[in-house]
């Protein structure tokens, strides 16, 4: 028996494994406690890896569709179907009328983008991209000048103050943070945790602010004011390293916690106690979730969350937000380099559904398309049509919002390929499915959320099971055969990770046997360099923004649907949804087929404070319809008093995969079914409202 | 003094990583939960929510009513304090299923005899934690000789 040193690519993380193998089989997934970033910590999704690989459903060779049966094919085959339906469009339709539609990440998404671009489509798009990350990553560009992923590092070990907004980092941050959250806890430190579910984080908080879905906009505009009010930011930081301060402090005068007690339903003097334990214990971090990036105010409030660290100068200090250190390392599959966004010509960049609207979205940072567009250019083919889709590791009848439109728009594409383990709920509409490798089938490189403070490899474990591919594999064939075999020079994955190891004077096999390589953390690199924006310190006010047409102080935007902007709807559907509520056991559509996992969480929920259950004749386990004026699913009541009597929580995009495939629990039980992609969006990155919606509950059938 | 395994309330979250620990060490079947994660309902306490996470898993009693109901005598507490089944002796009766007071024995359709955690006695011949405990993402598991008297510390085993 081997052990081999690699990594965890369910999530982005990366926590190190120590794997098990015997006779080329693995027999054992285990944590690796010598991994830096990771520390020995690891989730229930990885313990049952095994699962996944040796499941009994995953499709190992490549197929394709006819009628309602799939039919076994060769690679051949396959190959040559795929890469004659690209250059069928790119010549009829012309390449923007074929969608890359990538989704979970699997330390892949690079190579996504260099194909998107290979076959010249400015049009790539995930369900993530503006519902996530995008907006707190390009925030921080314009408020520090360097774009980063997840709005910062979080340095847990040394902070004395932690605010925690719209994340339950327990279950869904980075696996070091679980242990560094309750270390820095035991060591003293105070957790503000702001969520409306009483979370698993929210328990250990020492200040829980049960906040109304989509209104932080309205909380982190309220803590400004006290923290300037009060007068509890950083003066000296203030004076040597920001610019529009005193804007700031003219703005933010009118929102009071009283204002924004009205807004968010947190009692004012919860506000001011968290803006004093958040100011005055400094060092404070602040880490920020998904939530509120999938809102129409995203970016706003991912600005408000930047210039909320600024105050009280809590930027690149030890126990506060330090940045990536990007100098040193950066990610070569997330460089220019390495993506191509060249091959695509000026004319047709232009024609990026949504980039002439959402010009931080469709620019050159994020370069993706917006997700409404996309849908409304295969249904009503405008500006132009799009005709097929090629889509990797996602399951978008599952992962994007309104299902039933994306089930019309999918249903028009002429063309549909999908590429995973599994034949999921989408691939009843695809036409040719390819059998992807899992994680420790391929050989790889990462490096921690890309953030730059370690690289390590991630050596292929055990040989792909039957037919199953390397995705990097798959586009270097699928290029070849598209006449772009130039693009994807490499005669194997490996020559391809030496070289983009080139730049650090290391091949892929000393980075194996180095197994990690670290680079320490730096603070308040700014004092060398300044920061990076046109000013050189931190822009509080955003001339840049402004001039594009944007806010260039953060504001307060009511979600379009609520009980407060649409109250004739509120009166149809009066509970705010919530549907995005992570666990421990899934990561997005995931897994809902590993027997270890589906067993402790064997079906979705929708939690129901006992006051709203009561008030419907529902008790606890009964099944539950939850109506939104998009659909409606039915789900098992879990009763409860972690969420406020006016609010539910639906578990989030579930199917039954034991139903096997053509089976419509992707109707039946998905969340997304009830949320919604229409307009207004987010100005600056097209985000619409996936969270605070509206909807109903009855006793179900 | 024999070990006892202790969680801190402080640090478990419920993330059920120790229950599918246990599966893959004992490659446990669907059905056979040696470990259960238990999660209070969030209570209402001086105006407050409180909510806390345990495992719950064989206790190892000190008079192991389980032992007593085997008709076999197939469990038995050892020197070392632990309650193991001898699967051998077992019948399959389920006696002991019956008489477990914390409802934390199993019973295995496929070989039909007992089963329950054995703090994986092949791990700690080893020298290593159990697999709950190692791996366990809040260090919230501590196996130790000596008492735990702090408030938040439960002892389970």
Not at chain 1, 76 to 101: F, K, M, N, W
Not at chain 1, 186 to 204: E, H, Q, S, Y
Not at chain 2, 118 to 136: H, I, K, M, Y
Request: aromatic fraction near 10%; glycine fraction near 6%; charged fraction near 25%.
């Amino acid at each position: 028996m081997k052990v081999v040193k690699t990594a965890c690519c369910f999530c982005k993380p990366f926590c190190g494994l120590l794997v098990s193998v015997e006779d080329g089989k693995i027999v054992k997934v285990e944590p690796d406690p010598e991994d830096h970033m990771s520390q020995g910590a690891i989730c229930p999704k990885a313990l049952a890896t095994k699962q996944l690989i040796y499941h009994p459903d995953r499709i190992l060779n490549p197929m394709k569709r006819e009628g309602n049966t799939w039919k076994r094919i060769s690679w051949d085959e396959a190959l040559d179907t795929v890469a004659g339906q690209i250059v069928r469009y790119q010549e009829s339709d012309g390449p923007e009328s074929i969608v890359i539609a990538h989704g979970t990440e699997r330390n892949l998404s690079g190579y996504a983008e260099r194909f998107a671009n290979t076959i010249g489509t400015p049009n790539r798009m995930e369900p993530g991209g503006a519902q996530c990350y995008w907006p707190r990553g390009i925030a921080c560009k314009y408020t520090f000048g360097e774009m980063v992923y997840y709005l910062f590092e979080f340095d847990y070990s040394n902070t004395n103050c932690m605010l925690i907004i719209g994340m339950n980092n327990l279950l869904a941050g980075h696996q070091a943070y679980r242990s560094a959250v309750l270390d820095a806890k035991k060591r003293g430190a105070k957790l503000i945790v702001v969520d409306p579910r009483f979370t698993n984080l929210a328990a250990k908080a020492d200040l829980w602010l049960q906040i109304r879905p989509g209104t932080d906009d309205a909380l982190l505009l309220s803590l400004m004011n006290v923290i300037i009010e009060e007068g509890l930011y950083d003066r000296t930081f203030i004076a040597r390293w920001a610019i529009g301060f005193p804007d700031l402090q003219e703005h933010v005068k009118p929102f009071t916690p009283e204002w924004a007690e009205k807004i968010t339903w947190i009692k004012a003097d919860q506000i001011r106690a968290a803006a004093r334990m958040y100011a005055r214990n400094g060092p404070s971090l602040l880490e920020l979730g998904v939530a509120t990036d999938q809102s129409p105010n995203s970016f706003q409030t991912a600005r408000a969350a930047c210039i909320l660290i600024a105050l009280i100068g809590n930027v690149d200090v030890p126990g506060g937000n330090p940045m990536y250190r990007r100098a040193a390392y950066v990610d070569p599959l997330l460089t220019h380099e390495f993506k191509l966004p060249e091959l695509i010509p000026e004319e047709r960049l232009k024609k990026r559904l949504g980039a002439d609207t959402y010009k931080l979205l469709g620019g050159p940072i994020a370069a993706m398309a917006h997700v409404p567009a996309v849908w409304r250019a295969i249904l009503e083919e405008k500006p132009y049509p799009i005709k097929a889709m090629l889509t990797f590791w996602s399951n978008p009848l599952l992962s994007y919002a309104n299902t039933n439109k994306v089930y019309q728009a999918l249903r028009k594409l002429e063309f549909i390929l999908l590429v995973d383990f599994f034949l999921t709920p989408t691939a009843q509409l695809a036409h040719v499915f390819l059998p992807a490798a899992t994680f420790l089938e391929r050989d790889g490189i990462a490096n921690y959320y890309g953030q730059g403070l370690a690289l390590l490899p991630m050596p292929k474990v055990i040989e792909p099971l039957g037919e199953c591919w390397d995705d990097k594999k798959i586009f270097m064939e699928l290029s070849k055969r598209i006449g772009k075999a130039q693009y994807w020079p490499w005669a194997s994955v490996e020559e391809h990770i030496d070289e983009l190891l080139g730049p650090m004077e290391m091949s892929y096999e000393q980075l194996k046997e180095k197994k990690q390589i670290l680079f320490p953390r730096e603070y308040r690199k700014y004092e060398q360099s300044g920061f990076k924006t046109p000013s050189g310190r931190v822009e509080i006010y955003s001339k840049e923004l402004e001039e594009m047409g944007y806010q260039p102080l953060p504001i307060y935007r009511e979600p379009p649907e609520s009980p407060y902007s649409t109250p004739e709807i509120a009166r149809e559907f009066p509970l705010i949804l919530i549907t995005g509520g992570r666990t421990s056991l899934y990561n997005h559509t995931e897994m809902r087929m590993i027997p270890w996992l589906r067993e402790i969480q064997p079906e979705p929920l929708v939690e129901i404070n006992p006051r709203t259950a009561e008030a419907h004749g529902i008790n606890p386990g009964d099944m539950v319809r939850v109506e939104s004026p998009r659909g409606s699913i039915r789900l098992k009541a879990n009763v409860t008093r972690g969420i406020d009597p006016r609010v539910v929580s639906c578990s989030s995009r579930w199917w039954y995969p034991e139903r096997g495939p053509g089976d419509e629990s992707w109707l039946e039980c998905n969340s997304n079914v009830l949320t919604s992609e229409d307009p207004p969006y987010d100005p600056a990155l097209g985000s619409y409202q996936l969270r605070a919606l509206l909807c109903r509950i009855s006793k179900g059938d | 003094m024999h070990r006892a395994l202790y969680v801190d309330l402080d640090r478990c979250f419920g993330c059920f990583t120790c229950e599918v620990a246990c599966k893959q060490e004992h490659d446990l079947p669907v059905g056979i939960r040696w470990i259960k994660v238990v999660q209070d309902r969030p209570k209402e306490i001086s105006g407050g929510l409180q909510l806390d996470f345990y495992p719950a898993m064989c206790k190892h009693c000190e008079n192991p009513a389980c032992a007593e109901a085997c008709p076999e005598e197939a469990i038995s507490k050892g020197t070392d304090g632990l309650v193991l089944i001898n699967p051998d002796r077992c019948n399959g009766c389920r006696a002991c299923l019956e008489e477990c007071p914390f409802g934390l024995m199993s019973w295995e359709p496929s070989t039909e005899k007992a089963s329950k955690c054995t703090l994986c006695t092949e791990r700690l011949a080893q020298g290593l934690e159990p697999s709950c405990v190692a791996f366990c993402p809040g260090k919230a598991l501590i196996l130790t000789t000596e008492r735990l008297e702090e408030p938040r510390m439960l002892r389970l085993v």
